[in-house]
């Protein structure tokens, strides 16, 4: 089998590459290791910012998360028990987010690439990169007992954190910065109308809370935990009496209660992978980067990727100018960095560090307290939660 490019991955990053090549006239085939009921129900992300919003809109793919999407004008930043909005079209110049789950996105990708009738390969097994030097690229896995070769002229990783591609990039090690948090987030989706319209960022003596919802039923809501926490030890009791404590306020707001459907763990971590492409193999997504989920950054991030190299892309088959190729890593670092930056900063300000001394916490009241009472403070948190504008 031949094609231009060969995408590693159907998380939103795999299948909007795929979809935005299609756009610009070049040929791909997608594989996933997973089957589609799996990637569609992989509970994630529920932020886009407004770029994301516009490139799907752009893209013909925004029909549904128009129509059931929620879009958010601002966040509340709760601490001292008091809550503090933070409005994001009169700091921004009138941008906003929607809050619609990455499941969702990848559901109306699948959608649209199936009603194309464009190559997509669920449960793909044993996928290896045979080939990225030289004239050409290879893709080898096995679907339904087939063994398949993929020749192509550039494969895209868009196989996430623990994926393939990443493994395979020649100096990758080399090229990585970290931080492991001592913390995570113990995430729960519920069956309950949100009692508040806004998403709520908490900080409190206990630890951090998230207030955040899927749609007008179903309310999303975190709580930090320690990175091996036995989710045995948290009946749903345990879990709504932290949440009350933590998100409650003084006039008596709580989240409402309801059936609580899905419970996890996510670990904390940021990292980069500064070496994104060699060869005819390139990073995007998650498989080159992480942030942790307080600022909101991950899906946005992979999608500012796969639109750039798409782009980059569409100049190299378009008219051989490999400008955007060749540049590629260092044209998105400069987003992932102040997303890095971003997240580290908010996962700062808002988590119960055990080990920190009183005046790193007396530093992290101040740097709140200034966020929401100085107009230049709550514009650098909106600018950077809307997204920063495309520079191209
Ligand atoms: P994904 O979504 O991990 O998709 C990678 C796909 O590659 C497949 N794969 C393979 N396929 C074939 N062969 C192999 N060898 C393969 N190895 C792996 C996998 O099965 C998978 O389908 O990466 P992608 O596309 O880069 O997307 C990244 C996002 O998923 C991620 O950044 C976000 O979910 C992060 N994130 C958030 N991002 C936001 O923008 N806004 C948010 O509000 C937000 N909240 C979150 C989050 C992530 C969370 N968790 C669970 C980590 C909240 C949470 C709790
Ligand atoms: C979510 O709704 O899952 C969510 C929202 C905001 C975040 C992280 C996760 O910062």
Redesign the pocket.
């Known amino acids: 089998m031949r094609t231009q490019v060969g995408i590693?991955?159907?998380?939103?990053?795999?299948?909007l590459l795929g979809h935005l090549l299609h756009l610009a006239g070049i040929d791909n085939v997608v594989?996933?290791?997973?089957s589609r009921q799996?990637?569609e129900e992989?509970?994630?992300?529920?932020?886009?910012?407004q770029n994301?919003v516009d490139l799907l809109r752009e893209a013909g793919v925004g029909q549904r998360m128009d129509k059931e999407g929620l879009a958010h004008d601002g966040v509340e930043l709760l601490f001292d028990g008091t809550r503090h909005r933070i409005d994001f079209p009169s700091l921004t110049g009138g941008r906003r987010i929607v809050v619609y789950g990455?499941h969702e996105v990848?559901k109306d990708l699948i959608a649209a690439r199936l009603a194309l009738d464009l190559p997509l390969y669920f449960e793909?097994a044993d996928?290896l990169i045979e080939r990225f030097e030289g004239d050409s690229a290879a893709i080898g896995?096995v679907h339904e007992g087939k063994k398949i070769q993929l020749e192509c002229d550039f494969i895209a990783g868009?196989?996430?954190?623990?994926?393939?591609a990443r493994q395979a990039m020649p100096g990758a090690l080399d090229a990585v910065f970290e931080r492991i948090y001592p913390f995570a987030?113990l995430?729960i989706l519920a069956h309950a109308a949100p009692s508040t319209d806004e998403l709520i960022y908490a900080r409190h003596a206990e630890g951090f809370a998230l207030f955040?919802m899927r749609s007008p039923q179903i309310t999303r809501l975190?709580l930090q935990c320690t990175p091996d926490e036995d989710l045995s030890l948290w009946p749903d009791e345990r879990i709504w009496e932290a949440l009350d404590r933590r998100l409650g306020t003084a006039d008596g707001w709580r989240p409402t209660r309801g059936e609580i459907m899905q419970k996890?763990v996510?670990p904390m971590r940021s990292f980069v992978c500064e070496k994104m492409h060699h060869g005819r193999l390139y990073l995007?997504?998650?498989?080159a980067h992480?942030?942790p989920?307080t600022g909101?950054?991950?899906?946005?991030?992979?999608v500012a990727d796969v639109r750039h190299l798409a782009r980059s892309l569409a100049r190299y088959f378009d008219h051989g100018d490999e400008a955007g190729l060749e540049s590629y890593s260092q044209t998105c670092l400069k987003r992932i960095w102040r997303a890095e930056h971003f997240s580290w900063w908010m996962t700062s300000m808002l988590h119960r560090f055990e080990d920190v001394e009183p005046f790193a916490a007396r530093i992290q009241e101040s740097e709140l307290r200034y966020v929401v009472s100085s107009e230049a403070g709550s514009r650098v948190l909106a600018e950077n939660y809307v997204g920063l504008p495309f520079s191209d």
Request: proline residues 4%; neutral net charge.
């Open positions: 590693i991955g159907a998380g939103p990053a795999g299948l594989i996933e290791a997973r799996y990637v992989r509970i994630r992300a529920g932020v886009l910012e994301t990455q990848v793909a996928a896995f868009c196989d996430g954190f623990h994926g393939i987030w995430g955040s975190y996890g996510t995007a997504g998650d498989a992480i942030v989920p909101a950054k991950g899906m946005n991030l992979a």
